[in-house]
């Protein structure tokens, strides 16, 4: 039997298609092994429980199915967010001597945690962050904490060593949150079986040194959301001073240290200089008592955004305005979604199949109404174990005092050095975005549908660096300017199309806004090609935004329906054909079909920012209506590989265009996720375009 293989499975094939190769890490109650998948031929990470034997039958059940139902949680949060280890499977599997125990398989992951990163940049004297810097970076695993929260799900075990950081922690890395549902088990098999001992010091369902006072004790009240702010909130002055919030060798002294109201764990407590606003954002997130701290992640970290000078994230809250520290406190758009999943049903194939939701017809076609990785990483959240290269990590009772080793039980592991990703030797500052753009944090979501029209799928993950947005799209006022300064093409007051008739000329030239330019001044710009699009973004010292970019400002990570979340589309939220548009339709002899039977009281396009309800969560107003917006990705089909920021087709026939317009008349032209395309010379009406950089 393979060393460290106590359940005897390394050599089995599990459910037929995962072939288990080697341990690679082993808490109190569950052992990860690498495994790979058959018909895939990638590595995953089975995380299999094992049932203790001094647990009763009936516990012993109760405990199993627990952990099936917290895998169940976990593949739901996973298929929400990619800022979540990712969910693969669950199962049953039969162990020698007749034991039955459950298995979830995870995606294998390539880095270190943030434990080791911190360690390491310690260990090599790097500066510390900036509060933006810190925010921007944990930007991923906040939203996915804020997620879990709305869905009244608390994780009680937020650590370092359950931040997983992906690529280069001071450049364009991004973060993952591990270890769901565990603390739970890991909590009602204490209850269980008694207090445990192992010799890496006392088990806990959560980690002594990111503890919030009620973990310690019940005294201060039951654990929730607001636990979890607690334990964010350390990590951030950890980040930002460089050591453990939280002071003390051992479990009581870090039980003290965590409740003891005269001295707070707030940065300038130790020693940072911050801002009022950041230090007085954290030190409500450490408040002793529950109900002083922010209540969810979303509300802290919206709090913390606004006091770095960052847009707050729409969505991430309950509709209650969060208090901010009186010099930042600004009002907050109560109007956002539901929790959103990808849209169901829908047409299947591409092509007008079906009244309801079709691609756009022909008529609307032709005028559109419009850094190597130096790990391998599993996470076992369970006895503080992490495992970086092929060696597993032991971070003991209290992770972060030094630099992470090997145990010698795990040095003849096959497997690259241990040691965490190595940042570069200076922190280039991010600059702030110019006025008129909105800050996007990047991270990982879902791109495209599985559920939508056939050039939507398929959903593949991606992972963006940060990047700026404009809030609106390009006026009529903000293009004429580079336009009479020469430095821009004039904007067409014609419409120019293969094969456009003279009927069409004289019906829509008219809507070509700069036709007038006083009158419709802050109106969206259109009539212009990609390349006049192209060459205004970059005179602005910015350019067209990618596809994926277009796609992720628009609809954030949570896998949303529509920008606002999954409520359908309404007047108030967009600008689409109404009343309005199968009135003016009417009366210039062409049919308009509603997409709703309300007038949004614009005929044709409308000033931007009309629309504010329907912003998305970081606030970019009419992502979709108005007018569909060209992007600098040459149409492809998708593939279903995970891909890094990326850029498209190689080179083609047609650009891609996103959003639909003042005239679109199904809802599905105006997911996120649907997408079209369009010669790049045309000048139509219902295209305009805004930037990115």
Not at 542 to 547: A, I, S, W, Y
Not at 643 to 664: C, F, H, L, M, T
Request: aromatic fraction near 8%.
């Amino acid at each position: 039997m393979p060393e460290g293989d106590a359940l005897k499975l390394v050599g089995r094939t599990i459910a037929d298609k995962y072939a288990v190769e080697s341990v690679v890490g082993e808490g109190g109650f569950a052992v990860v092994y690498r495994a790979t998948h058959l018909i895939w031929k990638r590595p995953v990470a089975l995380k299999v429980f094992k049932a203790l034997g001094d647990f009763s039958e009936t516990d012993r059940q109760k405990l199993l199915d627990e952990f099936v139902q917290e895998g169940s949680l976990l593949a739901d949060l996973s298929a929400r967010t990619a800022a979540i280890v990712q969910a693969r499977d669950i199962g049953m599997l039969d162990l020698s001597g007749g034991l039955r125990v459950p298995y979830m398989v995870l995606e294998w992951l390539e880095g270190a945690t943030l434990e080791a990163v911190f360690a390491t940049e310690r260990e090599l004297g790097l500066p510390l962050r900036t509060p933006a810097e810190v925010v921007h970076f944990l930007d991923p695993a906040a939203e996915a904490l804020a997620l879990a929260h709305r869905k009244g799900i608390a994780h009680r075990d937020i650590k370092p060593g359950n931040v997983f950081v992906l690529g280069d922690a001071r450049g364009d890395g991004t973060v993952k949150l591990l270890d769901f549902g565990i603390a739970k088990v890991v909590s009602d098999a204490q209850k269980m079986a008694g207090s445990f001992t192992k010799t890496s010091g006392k088990v806990t369902s959560f980690t002594p040194a990111y503890g919030a006072p009620e973990q310690f004790s019940r005294t201060h009240g039951a654990t929730g959301p607001w636990t979890d702010v607690f334990s964010l909130g350390l990590i951030i002055v950890e980040a930002l001073t460089g050591r453990e919030a939280l002071e003390g060798d051992d479990y009581v002294q870090l039980a003290v240290a965590s409740g003891n109201p005269d001295r707070r764990p707030t940065p300038r407590t130790l020693g940072a200089a911050v801002s009022d606003d950041v230090e007085a954002v954290l030190a409500r997130a450490v408040a002793v008592k529950p109900t002083d701290r922010w209540p969810t992640a979303g509300d802290f970290w919206n709090a913390m955004r606004q006091a770095v000078a960052m847009a707050p994230l729409r969505g991430m809250t309950e509709p209650n305005p969060v208090s901010l520290p009186a010099s930042s406190r600004s009002r907050r758009d109560s109007a956002f979604g539901r929790d959103a999943t990808i849209a169901q049903g829908g047409p299947t194939s591409a092509g007008p199949t079906s009244k309801s939701d079709p691609e756009p017809p022909p008529s609307v076609a032709t005028a559109p109404a419009g850094s190597s990785k130096t790990g391998l990483f599993v996470a076992l959240g369970i006895g503080a174990i992490a495992i970086v290269g092929a060696g597993v990590v032991f971070l003991g009772p209290r992770p972060g005092a030094a630099a992470p080793t090997m145990p010698s039980a795990m040095a003849s592991a096959p497997a690259a050095a241990v040691s965490a990703p190595a940042p570069s030797a200076s922190v280039a500052a991010r600059e702030p975005c110019p006025a008129g753009m909105i800050s996007i944090p990047g991270g990982s979501f879902f791109m495209g549908s599985d559920e939508g029209l056939q050039f939507e799928k398929p959903s593949h993950q991606v992972t963006l660096a940060p990047f700026c947005i404009d809030e609106f799209e390009v006026t009529v006022d903000k293009y004429k300017a580079c336009s009479d300064s020469g430095r821009c093409k004039r904007a067409g007051s014609t419409n120019e199309w293969a094969s456009i008739t003279d009927k069409e000329r004289k019906v829509f030239d008219p809507t070509c806004n700069i036709r007038d330019p006083e009158g419709r001044g802050k109106h969206p710009i259109n009539c212009v090609d990609w390349e006049m699009a192209d060459k205004y973004c970059h005179e602005q010292g910015g350019r067209l935004p990618t596809e994926a970019e277009w796609e992720f400002s628009a609809r954030g990570p949570d896998g949303r329906k529509y920008p606002w979340g999954d409520d359908d589309p309404a007047a108030g939220r967009m600008n689409a054909c109404g009343k309005e548009c199968v009135a003016w339709g009417a009366k210039n002899g062409v049919e308009e079909k509603a997409m709703y039977e309300v007038d949004d009281g614009f005929a044709t396009t409308a000033p931007v920012g009309s629309f504010p309800k329907g912003a998305s969560r970081y606030g970019v107003q009419d992502v979709v209506g108005n007018v569909w917006e060209w992007v600098a990705d040459w149409y492809g089909p998708y593939g279903s590989a995970e891909e890094r920021d990326p850029k498209g087709a190689p080179q083609g026939d047609e650009r891609v265009i996103r959003g639909g317009s003042w005239n679109g008349s199904y809802a599905s032209w105006v997911r996120p996720t649907f997408r079209y395309k369009d010669t790049p010379a045309k000048r139509s009406y219902g295209i305009g375009f805004r930037c990115a950089r």
